[in-house]
């Protein structure tokens, strides 16, 4: 594939993982969460083990220890940066993480460099390569999301780390463009014939110049990148041609946005359009930069006047996009790159870098590791709870086999044998039960599928749907905004109904439980179904992220070629999520309720068996008893040296969790 000839020079890369280069607080701060999270889940790797081994570890808590251990594997942190053209967007990714490289990784010249939404990441499982979309498939209908998984729909380009020049030659790919006519323009949606201000120039021959590519992703082996560090650079968003998903789908998701502007042009009109449309919500972490303050540098004033000049910039732009002075960093990313690659400490204080760099490590990271510290803390202490059940039934039944081979000693045949059929006849009295776990199974079935449909994806597409007939096909009549409205509180309430039957399913369970304690002597115990205001919330924040587009500001895009088909879609798949974890949840509680009863019931039966099968060893060999007793006790010694090494696990699995807390928090303190 043809790619530009005159491509920014590009240093040399390394060719696999190098230390995080000193200085830098968030590479540093990304190798310490790196580190973390190897250590957690080895920690969680060899608790799970031992609970596998001794049959502990039910399938619903081996399901949620495997979410856990995926997801400290792959956990990302996606910073997007964003700006309109020209802002330096590049240069400062560049400055920020890959520095250590030598020169520049995105190509960073003036002009329109990123002509395309740009994703640098790292996935193991495949090559380094630069995998492009090209533009024509926004004329066929397909989301960004849909067409990730189609191979065949990218362009690739393998990327060699060791070859640096051919690395550049590839990455400057990415600023392609083509000339293309003003209907095939419009098709694409990069032509509008109401916003005339915002479509691109015509040449002579009436053509206009357009993106060659819809989406590009860079994976490569960068330290940064490994240690999960995902950063998403993106074109100017208010231009026409600006890929609706970055606005709906990737944006929304980022953990944090850096919004770059010109120091010496402060928050221009454009820039306060791009706020106000799609940055402006509390839910967002913002970041704001004045780059380029080396544009301001003036013969004719002293430092100090420079300087008061910038805190100006400063305090005026944070005062017109209503942030805390304190979110607003100037910066030269030009000068803190060409410092970090020639070593100058002084100018690389002189470009203010540094300050960002603390916020971003000291602000961001530790909230990221607070989530998954929580979540690892949940994790183990339901693990713990479940184990240490599960050993004390066992331990029970050992104690009470004990006593009965203990009160053997000096007794007849006959006594032997009268004891066994009374242990025949706890065991017919015990399989009593199974009729009424049998009947709590079915009615728990039935509920549990009636919540499962309501919160299904063919459900769900449904109430899209009719929000879809209810607002017009394009999403442009009056009526839109209220349908779109009436669908979340419609979603709404179906959240609040699951909730009122997961309560009923408690009770139900309660009941039983209790009943099966008491009589049986079992030890069932039930934790309250997962509450929904969670997702309650997220339902918010999706009706808010995706309602603006209903505003009179924004209506117009619903117009454009293909936007109103990608809303529905992407709308649909946020909402799936919501829908699908909330679902995951209940299913996993509901399983996790039967799944206990199974385990007891599985143990009493053995317990049962071992009892027997000790009296007709003693009946059939007077002198198995003192074996069979020595036996039991053995056994019993074990299960408690056991307890004590899953509590010893289960405490280890806990520092590890809290490890890096005081390190992740330094910075914010």
Known sequence: MPVSPDSPPLAKLSSGPTPAPAGVPMAQRLEALSAWRSGLDAALALFSRAMSEHELLDPPDATVLSALRERLAS???VLAFVAEFSRGKSELINALFFADTGRRVLPATPGRTTMCPVELRFDAGVPPRLSLLPIETRAQGFSLGELRVRDAAWHHLQLDPKDPAALSRSLAAVTRTQWVG???ARALGLWSDTQPEDNPPQREDGKVEVPAWRHALINYPHPLLQRGLVVVDTPGLNAIGAEPELTLGLLPTAHAIVFVLAADAGVTRSDLSIWKEHLSQAALERFVVLNKIDTLADPLATAAEVSAQVERQRDQTARTLGVPLQRVFAVSARDALAARVEGNVPALAASRLAPLEQALAGQLLPRQTDLLL????GVVQQLRQGAARRLADRRRQHAEQLLELRGLRGKSGGKLRMLA???DIEMADFERCSGHLT????????????????LSSDALALEVKAMQSAAGAKFLGLGAKSAFEALFTRLRAVLEHVELQGEEMRQMF???????NSEFGFAFVLGPPPGLANYRQDLALIESSYGRYFSLGQAWRMGTPGFADQFRRLLLSKLRVVFENASSDIELWSKG????VEAQLRERRRGFARRREALDRVQSASGDLEARITEVQRTDEQLNSLQLRLEALAERALQAAHALAPAARRDAA
């Open 182 to 184: 003003v209907e095939h």
């Open 439 to 454: 009947a709590l199974r079915t009615v728990q079935q039935k509920q549990l599928r009636d919540l499962m449909a309501r």
């Open 510 to 516: 309660d009941g039983s439980f209790r009943r099966m």
């Open 421 to 423: 059929a009374r242990i």
């Open 374 to 377: 929580q979540a690892a803390q």
């Open 75 to 77: 956990d990302k942190l």
């Open 593 to 596: 309720a039967s799944a206990q």
